[in-house]
């Protein structure tokens, strides 16, 4: 069967093909990017027009106290089932950057005596620099060291990393990952970002210490949407957390000044949600309904392994596949070529549409909501157009 | 001549009257309460619109580079006149209470061996509380003082001070206040939550060392619109902050393992930005075209004073005023009674939109872009009323 047949019989037999009349995006088109932005789903529109002019314009002030205020725990609730966390354990809100400086500080704090922090060598940048942050106002060291051979010691407190390599795309084990932590006495602290609404996670199952992500790659929630924060119960109580503003107190409205954290997820708040933002965010999870994260990996897996097959026989030895070829991979394909940043140009002129990570990495991110076979086709053979 | 007189000659001789059309706002309804959340300008719902089917949904990741990345800054710089800055001082993003935490760790770091950081003793209470996990972080002592005796010595590192106090309204003078941390060389943070928008702060004027606020009050961004941080240039290369996230880096997309600070004010960016807020904040700030804060200032002055006059009037002595009779206050007026909880549900429930803060205060906030003196009046009728 031909790549084009193929293409065409994936596409029909698809489980999760009708889901992409859910997203407003151009059909002519091939969005491979979904991994950095997230296309949008077509009821954020809506929403968003209701929540200016009525909630905010008829209702005012009112709103607070009409889904408002508790709209970090109830979208945070939202997200939980696609990262398996049971409900009262999410809260949305912040960047993932600060997010990830609460749980790093906290995770110092839980972890008396124990001063290092781990971080995944191949890391997105900013945990790094996070972490960096952190150690010099707790007095921890970081040791950067790759998933494959973490090392760790006594002396570790907490070990942060990726499910997914940003660059690579290759996925991690959470489960073992986890246990090798626990086993050496340490916190376990996941980045989530190129992994939530793509893989299974299993934060619950796999007992994480504490996790974070972003909700603007595959979940959809708009540029720069608000973070998400995982404390699991067991640890709630003992969450202590430096960004302490007056939403993570028990009783914000008493105005009281001793700070009394919330009893709940809730002490993972600082300040005042950004609800334009949030409330998008919670329009763009509608699109998860009836679906569930095995569905959403298998179709990940198919379209990658199909764009793969593609690539191979379309552009071959002219790129060298970066993404592992077994199932170790996230929801996107990583090539490497020389002059990658001008390839990528021209494939964007092409109205194929990928990114471009130094120093010599095509990035093609599947999201299977809305991602077509025909899109990966399409991909592999403009690339292969573009490499002449 | 009569309250109803006077009001009608103030509506009509308003040199900010036309403002009010800018904003989606209901004729029938007495909002007072823009000192905690701005009502909607009429631009916002469109440009959402457009960010979103547009921006988003047919440029998708491209509009990062078509203007979403310097919204930071950008928008940053649309505020900057109304407080007082030049250029290239402000950025927007996180919450006020994020970048309070931001600006308290690197006065720390600015302040080398002094270790006292003075707190407002009326302050609204997230500036506290993070004040107290700054100095949790950095061996730093709290000190609550009243902004009428400081009492500031050669171990203040820096002083905390609201311009405007939350509760009582009372309007404190930045420059005397200012000299005087300057005079006991400590730094000068100013928390303009209460005072953006509605008040001249005359930030550089007074060389104020730092300052944040939020933009959902005066500033009309919509509900928990993102706050802005101040750090004058004279200041920026040694602004060292914790929040240290890859937005503030001087080169992000390099993806390099070491961070290294903008030269700007984008060294006081964190993580990610919240591009919908951001942008409908963007929106919301075309009110302010070609009105200047003199203007604002004056008619808040005549707006709150003639709430006064209605209140003596005709609710004598069932109240007490809280908030200075002189021009020592901000754009609210606050009147203390007992079961104030109570009245304040009942005035709400008569379409006259205050708040309520413990333990016994009406608050009446004036916006003065769309503020009338017949809303005064009517306020002040309907709380006589509701006084019985």
Tied chains: 1, 2.
Excluded at 132 to 161: F, H, K, Q, W
Excluded at 224 to 250: E, K
Aim: a negative charge; charged letters at 20%.
């Amino acid at each position: 069967m031909s790549l084009t047949e193929r293409a065409r019989e994936l596409d029909a037999t698809d489980p999760l093909a009708d889901r992409r009349t859910l997203f407003d995006l151009d059909d002519s088109v091939v969005y491979l990017d979904g991994n950095s932005l997230g296309a949008p789903p077509r009821s954020v529109a809506e929403r968003m027009e209701e929540v200016v002019r009525h909630q905010w314009g008829r209702r005012l002030i009112r709103s607070w106290g009409e889904g408002w205020w508790t709209a970090p725990e109830r979208v945070g609730d939202r997200i939980a089932p696609l990262v398996g966390a049971a409900p009262g354990q999410v809260v949305v809100g912040d960047s993932t950057s600060a997010n990830l400086f609460k749980a790093l500080v906290a995770a110092m704090r839980l972890a008396s005596g124990r001063d290092e922090i781990v971080v995944d060598a191949a890391t997105f940048p900013t945990d790094g620099y996070i972490a960096t942050s952190v150690a010099r106002l707790t007095g921890a060291v970081i040791r950067p060291a790759p998933l494959d051979s973490l090392g760790l010691n006594e002396n570790t407190a907490v070990v942060l990393a990726n499910q997914v390599d940003y660059r690579t795309g290759r996925a991690y084990d959470v489960g073992a990952i986890t246990a090798q932590a626990h086993d050496a006495g340490a916190l376990m602290l996941w980045d989530l970002c190129h992994s939530a609404g793509a893989l299974p996670v299993d934060l619950d199952a796999h007992g994480v210490d504490l996790a974070v992500g972003c909700t603007y790659k595959f979940l959809n929630g708009g540029p720069g949407s608000p973070a998400f924060l995982y404390v699991p119960t067991r640890l709630q109580a003992s969450f202590d957390q430096p960004l302490a503003g007056w939403n993570g107190h028990s009783e914000p409205f008493a105005m009281s000044q001793e700070f009394e954290p919330s009893s709940g997820i809730a002490r993972g708040r600082c300040g005042t949600p950004d609800i334009l933002s949030l409330l998008a965010l919670d329009a763009a999870l509608d699109v998860w309904d009836g679906v569930t994260i095995a569905e959403v990996r298998a179709k990940s897996l198919a379209l990658t392994g199909f764009f793969l097959d593609c690539v191979d026989e379309l552009v071959g030895s002219r790129v060298s596949v970066v993404t592992p070829r077994d199932s170790s991979r996230g929801s996107q394909v990583s090539l490497a070529c020389d002059g990658a940043r001008e390839v990528m140009d021209q494939l964007i002129a092409r109205e194929v549409i990928g990114d471009f990570r130094p120093p010599n990495v095509l990035r093609f991110g599947f999201a299977p909501l809305y991602g077509r076979y025909a899109d990966a086709l399409r991909a592999a053979q403009t690339l292969a157009q573009v490499l002449g």
